[in-house]
């Protein structure tokens, strides 16, 4: 199915590790595969690791890790590896980067996001009080505050992803959602585990997304909001 592969959700003309992308279906570079794509990325690289900017008081707990030119870490973020950061990049005060991770370039971890066996694109933003756990944000991705991308079933069942009246194995226990280029979503939405959303598509706050998401939609509650004058007999 064409909503399967990663074209359907991202432009890869302009990312450096595209290569990771040669894949039948999308889903399949995430789990050992993206580990071991990060693993030969930092055997392969030479000279200073760390070119951008650590601030006093943040924390890298080993050496598995790259930080691209002009980047900054701000005090308070903690690193674990192996995690390759992208140049231009923010990781904020409180930022939990818990290993597995590759971003591009001009790329948001704020604060007391979590993001672990992730992959963001160029100009992705995870920027407040966000979980982001085995998933893909696409170019120009922005999470709300509070966006959550759960990535275990409550019975830990394998993870199937959706597409039209099929369902799909993934092989993966763990996986949470792909999420387009372009894609928007609001505060406090959730995204359930092997969640696909196409390019360009909205999510609204407070939503809980799940299945697959065709690009160039919205998705949102039907529930309304109703304001009422407050009867004068209660003040």
Same mark, same amino acid.
């Given at each position: 199915?064409?909503?399967?592969?990663? !074209? *359907? *959700?991202?432009?890869?003309?302009? $990312?450096?590790f595209k290569t990771l992308?040669?894949?039948? @279906? %999308? *889903?399949q570079i995430l789990g050992k595969n993206l580990h071991k794509y990060i693993f030969q990325l930092l055997e392969r690289h /030479?000279?200073?690791k760390i070119q951008g900017v650590v601030q006093e008081g943040a924390f890298l707990a080993d050496d598995l890790i790259i930080i691209g030119k002009n980047s900054v870490v701000e005090s308070g973020a903690y690193i674990k590896g192996p995690t390759i950061i992208g140049e231009n990049c923010q990781i904020r005060h409180g930022a939990y980067i818990r290993g597995g991770v590759i971003t591009g370039d001009n790329c948001v971890i704020g604060h007391t996001? !979590?993001?672990k066996s992730s992959i963001m694109l160029n100009n992705a933003k995870a920027a407040h009080f966000a979980y982001v756990g085995d998933s893909i944000l696409g170019?120009? %991705?922005n999470l709300g505050a509070g966006t959550k991308l759960a990535n275990l079933k409550i019975y830990n069942d394998e993870i199937l992803v959706t597409s039209g009246d099929y369902r799909y194995s993934t092989g993966l226990k763990k996986m949470?959602?792909?999420?387009?280029?372009?894609v928007e979503i609001g505060c406090n939405a959730t995204t359930a585990p092997g969640t696909l959303i196409g390019k360009e598509s +909205? $999510? *609204?706050?407070? %939503?809980?997304? =799940?299945? =697959? /998401?065709?690009?160039?939609?919205?998705? @949102?509650?039907?529930a309304?909001?109703?304001?009422? %004058? /407050?009867? !004068? +007999? +209660?003040k």
């Open positions: 199915m064409d909503n399967l592969k990663p !074209e *359907y *959700y991202f432009d890869l003309k302009n $990312i450096s992308f040669e894949v039948d @279906k %999308v *889903y /030479i000279g200073n996001t !979590e993001i170019n120009g %991705v949470g959602a792909i999420i387009g280029d372009g +909205r $999510i *609204y706050p407070n %939503v809980m997304a =799940f299945g =697959f /998401i065709p690009q160039n939609h919205i998705l @949102k509650n039907k309304q909001t109703e304001l009422i %004058v /407050i009867d !004068e +007999r +209660r």
